[in-house]
C-alpha cells in the first residue's frame, strides 16, 4: 500500500501544472509539424533515398549507387539547364533587386504624392497568377514581325527575333519576365526597410550638403543591409528553382534554349520516368543552391561596411 501511494506521489509530482502547460503547449503547434514532416520532411528525404536508386515509379527499386549522379554530371543537357538557369538569375534577379532599392526610395520619398496608388501599383504583378503573365508575355514576346516587342525593336531597325525559339530570345523573354513580376515584391520589402530608418539622418545628411547618391550610398544602403541579405538569398533560390515561367513559354518540348535545373527534373522525373536521375538532380540543385546562396550572402553582407 505505500509503495502504491509512493507512486502515485511520483506521478503527481512529474505531471505538475507547469509540464501540463508545456504539453499543451506542444498540442497547440503540433498540426504544423505533424505536415511539415508528412508533406516537407518525408518527401525530403525519400528524395535523398531515391537518388541512389533506379525506379520508375511503379516496380521494385533497385539500388544503383552513385550511377544516378555520374549520368547527370556527364549529361550535356544538364550543363546547358544550369548555364540557362545561371544566366536567367543574372539577367531577371539581379536587374531586379537593384531596381527594387530604387523604387523604394522614390516610394517613401516626400516628393512623390499619390504614394498608396504607386504601391499598390507596383505589387500587382506578384499577385498576378503566374500563368496568366506566362500567357500575356508569350503574346508580346510573339516571334511574328507583328508581336509586340519585334514592332518595338523594328523601330531601332532590328529584324524580327524568333523570341521562342532562338538562344537569346528566350532567355530574355523567361528573364524580362520574371523581372516584372517580382520587382514589385523586393521593392515593398525594401520600402518596409526604408521605412525603418530614422529621418533624423537624411536631415542631417541634408544639412551637410549630400546629394541624393551620396544618401543612398552612405546612409539607405548601410542601414538596409539585413534586408539586402533577405532578399538576395530568397532571390536566389527563386531564380535556381525557377520552373513555372519557362514550363508555360516554350512548353513540353523542353527546348535546350529555355530548359533550367527544375524543367529537367521535371522532364527526367514524369516525361522519361526515371525518378532516380530526377532526384539525384534535385539533390546536385540543394547543393548548388547552398553554394551560390552562400557567396551572394557573403558578398551582400559586405556591401554598406
Not at 499543451?24 to 528524395?47: D, E
Not at 544516378?68 to 554530371?73: D, E, K, P, S, Y
Not at 508575355?137 to 529584324?159: A, E
Amino acid at each position: 500500500m505505500e509503495h502504491v501511494n509512493s507512486q502515485s506521489r511520483k506521478n503527481r509530482k512529474f505531471w505538475n501544472e507547469e509540464r501540463k502547460e508545456a504539453f499543451s503547449g506542444y498540442l497547440y503547434v503540433s498540426p504544423f509539424f505533424i505536415l511539415f514532416a508528412v508533406f516537407g520532411l518525408f518527401p525530403i528525404l525519400f528524395s535523398f533515398y531515391l537518388g541512389f536508386q533506379k525506379w520508375n515509379g511503379l516496380g521494385e527499386m533497385e539500388y544503383v549507387g552513385l550511377q544516378n549522379f555520374q549520368w547527370i554530371l556527364t549529361d550535356p543537357i544538364f550543363w546547358k539547364s544550369l548555364s540557362n538557369t545561371l544566366i536567367m538569375w543574372f539577367l531577371g534577379t539581379l536587374p531586379q533587386l537593384i531596381l527594387g532599392i530604387i523604387l523604394a526610395y522614390a516610394l517613401n520619398s516626400t516628393l512623390i504624392k499619390m504614394k498608396s496608388f504607386f504601391r499598390v501599383s507596383i505589387f500587382m504583378p506578384y499577385v498576378t497568377s503566374t500563368v496568366a503573365v506566362a500567357i500575356v508575355f508569350g503574346v508580346m514576346f510573339n516571334s511574328q514581325d507583328f508581336g509586340l516587342m519585334n514592332v518595338i525593336v523594328s523601330w531601332f531597325g532590328v529584324d524580327p527575333i524568333s523570341w521562342s525559339t532562338s538562344e537569346w530570345g528566350v532567355k530574355i523573354a523567361i528573364s524580362t519576365m520574371v523581372f516584372w513580376r517580382w520587382v514589385g515584391y523586393n521593392t515593398i520589402i525594401y520600402l518596409a526597410g526604408l521605412q525603418g530608418i530614422p529621418n533624423e539622418l537624411y536631415e542631417a545628411s541634408v544639412i551637410d550638403g549630400a546629394t541624393v547618391r551620396q544618401k543612398i550610398q552612405y546612409i539607405t544602403i548601410p542601414m538596409l543591409r539585413p534586408i539586402i541579405i533577405l532578399t538576395v538569398f530568397t532571390s536566389t533560390i527563386g531564380a535556381l528553382q525557377l520552373f513555372t515561367e519557362p514550363l508555360i513559354y516554350i512548353g513540353r518540348s523542353f527546348r535546350e534554349e529555355g530548359i533550367t535545373v527544375v524543367l529537367y527534373l521535371y522532364r527526367e522525373a514524369f516525361t522519361n520516368l526515371a525518378f532516380g536521375p530526377a532526384s539525384a538532380t534535385a539533390i546536385i540543385l540543394f547543393v548548388i543552391i547552398i553554394i551560390v546562396s552562400s557567396i551572394n550572402v557573403f558578398v551582400a553582407n559586405r556591401i554598406g561596411r
